[in-house]
């Protein structure tokens, strides 16, 4: 089976840093996915890592470790548009994906 | 990536009658899925929806509650049928990227109140 922990809620302040953690264990691995959705809108695509390491896409960021089983998403400057839920997905091989049940972060000024 | 649109984008349904949600992408596709967002949850895999072939339901769902067509490349529709208030959710379809098949992308939703 897949298991997929994400924190509930953060808080953050206007132009701060924060990072959104996820974790996972499952049998088969192929990638890991970040998706935002705001309320009452559907999932957008943020990012997809397959390898270890960091990529960078303007202010948001994603890390990625196989070995140990980890992701985080990283965003910088963070502006009040940015309050929405995060969402983790792992896929394990044909194209399907299990997600993380989100984490809620709002951002205060 | 692909625009797609949902049909409707949300109803308000009684108890044991059946909604048919309609997904329309604006170019063909080979991968189409069905997803369910139950309130204040994450996202569920309901099915694959293969073109010309029967649907592949996760565990968990079958094809008697959630029957699925798929006529062609850019179409497809999800029944919910004998609805409880149980079915109240938010029902997507996405597809797969055009740049990287991993990808999936959504579309806008169907919101459904089952009373």
């Known amino acids: 089976g897949q298991n997929i922990d994400q924190p509930t809620e953060m808080t953050a302040t206007e132009g701060a840093i924060v990072q959104i953690n996820c974790t996972y264990q499952?049998?088969?691995?192929?990638?890991l996915f970040w998706y935002q959705q705001h309320a009452g809108e559907a999932p957008t695509f943020l990012s997809y890592?397959?390898?270890?390491g960091l990529e960078e896409k303007g202010r948001f960021s994603s890390f990625l470790s196989r070995s140990k089983g980890y992701s985080y998403l990283l965003l910088k400057e963070l502006q009040m548009k940015d309050s929405a839920s995060y969402l983790c997905?792992?896929?394990?091989?044909?194209?399907?994906?299990?997600f993380g049940t989100g984490t809620q972060l709002k951002v205060e000024l | 990536s692909a625009v797609i649109s949902q049909k409707p984008s949300r109803d308000i349904c009684q108890r044991g009658t059946s909604l048919t949600i309609q997904c329309q992408v604006d170019?063909?596709?080979?991968?189409m899925f069905w997803y369910r967002q139950q309130p204040g949850q994450s996202l569920t895999l309901i099915a694959t929806?293969?073109?010309?072939?029967?649907?592949?339901?996760e565990s968990g769902f079958v094809i008697d509650k959630f029957p699925i067509s798929r006529p062609n490349l850019t179409f497809s529709t999800l029944t919910v049928s004998n609805m409880s208030p149980e079915d109240s959710s938010i029902y997507l379809c996405?597809?797969?990227?055009?740049?990287?098949?991993?990808?999936?992308?959504f579309g806008p939703g169907t919101r459904l109140l089952v009373l």
């Open positions: 996405s597809v797969e990227g055009k740049d990287t098949q991993e990808t999936q992308y």
């Open positions: 929806a293969n073109q010309g072939s029967e649907a592949t339901y």
């Open positions: 499952t049998s088969g691995f192929n990638g």
């Open positions: 170019s063909q596709v080979t991968m």
């Open positions: 890592n397959v390898l270890d």
């Open positions: 997905a792992i896929t394990g091989g044909g194209n399907k994906l299990t």
